[in-house]
């Protein structure tokens, strides 16, 4: 082993890290869901997408300044979060699971063929470049490098949201007993509705940093849902510490196994480590048995 | 003579396919504890529960200072002044205990008070203010029931409803249960309290209300039952 060598696989590590920051990003709008409504939205991917096109048809086709085209895809994401739940989860609140599942199982087909009539079939980007970064022998992309930071960002701001306000503390209280939150003056439904809206919102974020890295196709999605959904399940559905966690230790294997083989094979050492976890710790790295 | 704060007439209520509560009346004046007694099954939670609004009424009417609770939704009757602590307690087991504390002072009108509040729940319970650190779900029994008490209360409530306070608690616990129960009243609240632990709960209370199968079958100041035969020989085994 030379020198040159572990340059490049400290470039991998640290290009994984900043997947990690991104991908756990995407995982906590799912696992806030989750743990606090008890629903899944299978869907969740497919509201990035529709935020992607929100950043894309604002910045190009409006010609609004790129940071409020950002900011209205995050505004219309967290909407279709809390339309999604008024319109299509709370009918099916206290029905099967399965149904549930089922139900934004829809929602994620009638999205993707809603885009494909809407926006046409063809891959559009931003046209945004950028030069990536150099320090010493290492580069670094500079969207990675700001999804990144943007993904840290939200993180900590959902978690001083989560801690310090009377709606974040009743958003966590809510998922640990829904049947007494009212003898707290407070309204459930309502809680809910928020809920979703900051999961719409994280999901909105998530889209204008991938919309820097990645074209836009109806079909999107599909290359983020099934991981994020994974993350969530390896750290504990509904565990936001755990899939914080989790989404590190994937990213992991995606870059450093792809550094060793190719890039392909690091998402299937990936999705083996992930299957060989579920034999052993099905409840997820975090998640009480 | 003062009217009734707390005026319950003539209501039915119940779950599913089944009946609970039968025309139960009853009244709470301003100032006064009160208990609501009787066996396991009577419809004593499911009065409270009524009251609450988190089960739909049947029949009669519950009004708090002569306003009918008839139309108001559950998460609303706590702006009515009437705080419930649940049976089992029912604190946020992974909040802390000030976080639990923070809740039952969610509304907004109680949000402007929350330190003040806060300052009078921990000089009722020294206890509360050593572990407003430690997650709810890590205290004791008697402690839970403390932080219970002081989340009811950090909404100013005028009345409080304590649900089996005593239950599930080892004795030397549920002793100190009452003791704390006294303090309380003495502090000048009106509190209705529902309670199995019939002998304790008629020393601390000053009326009280014997229910049976959903219906009220005596009532009175809290001495007299205590002294008559029918509820020393079917509750008190004596």
């Known amino acids: ?289 | 003579m003062s009217a009734a704060m707390l005026k319950v007439e003539n209501v039915s209520a119940g779950y599913a396919g089944f009946q609970a509560l039968f025309g139960v009346s009853l009244e709470v004046k301003a100032g006064e504890s009160v208990a609501v007694i009787g066996p396991n099954g009577a419809g004593k939670t499911t009065l409270l529960r009524a009251i609450s609004k988190l089960i739909g009424v049947t029949g009669g009417d519950i009004a708090m200072e002569g306003r009918s609770l008839k139309a108001v939704p559950a998460h609303e009757v706590i702006g009515y002044g009437i705080a419930q602590v649940p049976e089992n307690r029912r604190l946020f087991p992974r909040l802390t205990v000030a976080e639990n504390l923070k809740m039952g002072g969610f509304l907004p009108s109680a949000r402007a008070r929350h330190d003040e509040r806060l300052a009078f729940v921990y000089s009722l319970f020294p206890r509360m203010k050593e572990r407003s650190g430690q997650l709810a779900g890590t205290l004791s029994g008697g402690e839970q029931q403390m932080c219970a008490i002081g989340r009811a209360l950090m909404s100013g409530p005028k009345l409080l409803l304590l649900d089996e306070p005593s239950a599930g608690l080892a004795p030397v616990v549920v002793q100190s249960i009452f003791e704390m129960l006294k303090r309380i009243c003495s502090e000048g609240y009106t509190v209705l309290i529902v309670e199995q632990n019939i002998r304790q709960v008629l020393k601390v209370v000053d009326r009280a209300y014997l229910l049976e199968t959903g219906r009220i079958k005596q009532s009175g100041a809290a001495a007299d039952l205590l002294a008559s035969d029918e509820i020393r020989k079917a509750y008190l085994g004596i």
């Open chain 1, 1 to 289: 082993m030379g020198d040159i060598f572990d340059i490049f696989l400290l470039e991998s590590v640290l290009n994984g890290l900043l997947l990690g920051g991104l991908l756990a990003l995407l995982s906590l709008g799912l696992n806030l869901i989750f743990g606090v409504i008890d629903v899944v939205w299978i869907c969740y991917a497919e509201l990035i997408m529709v935020g992607m096109y929100a950043v894309y048809y604002f910045h190009v086709s409006f010609g609004w300044p790129l940071i409020f085209a950002m900011l209205a895809g995050i505004l219309i994401v967290a909407a279709a979060g809390a339309a999604l739940h008024y319109f299509v989860i709370r009918p099916v609140l206290t029905a099967e699971p399965i149904n549930q599942l089922l139900v934004t199982g829809g929602v994620l087909f009638f999205l993707q063929a809603a885009a494909t009539l809407v926006f046409g079939i063809e891959f559009k980007n931003l046209g945004v470049t950028f030069s990536p970064i150099v320090i010493g022998e290492i580069s670094f992309s500079m969207p990675r490098l700001i999804a990144f930071g943007a993904a840290l960002g939200g993180m900590l701001g959902m978690y001083l949201f989560l801690t310090r306000t009377y709606i974040g503390t009743a958003i966590r209280a809510i998922s640990q007993d829904r049947a007494i939150m009212p003898l707290m003056g407070v309204n459930p439904n309502r809680i809910f509705l928020v809920t979703s809206a900051l999961g719409g919102a994280l999901a909105g974020l998530g889209a204008c940093l991938l919309v820097l890295q990645y074209d836009i196709h109806p079909a999107i999605g599909l290359s983020f849902g099934p991981i994020t959904f994974l993350i969530c399940v390896l750290g504990g559905l509904g565990n936001m510490v755990g899939g914080f966690a989790a989404a590190f230790i994937f990213a992991q294997f995606i870059s450093v196994g792809g550094f060793f083989f190719a890039i392909e094979w690091g998402y299937v050492i990936a999705f083996l480590f992930f299957i060989g976890m579920m034999f052993w710790r099905p409840q997820g790295i975090f998640g009480a048995k």
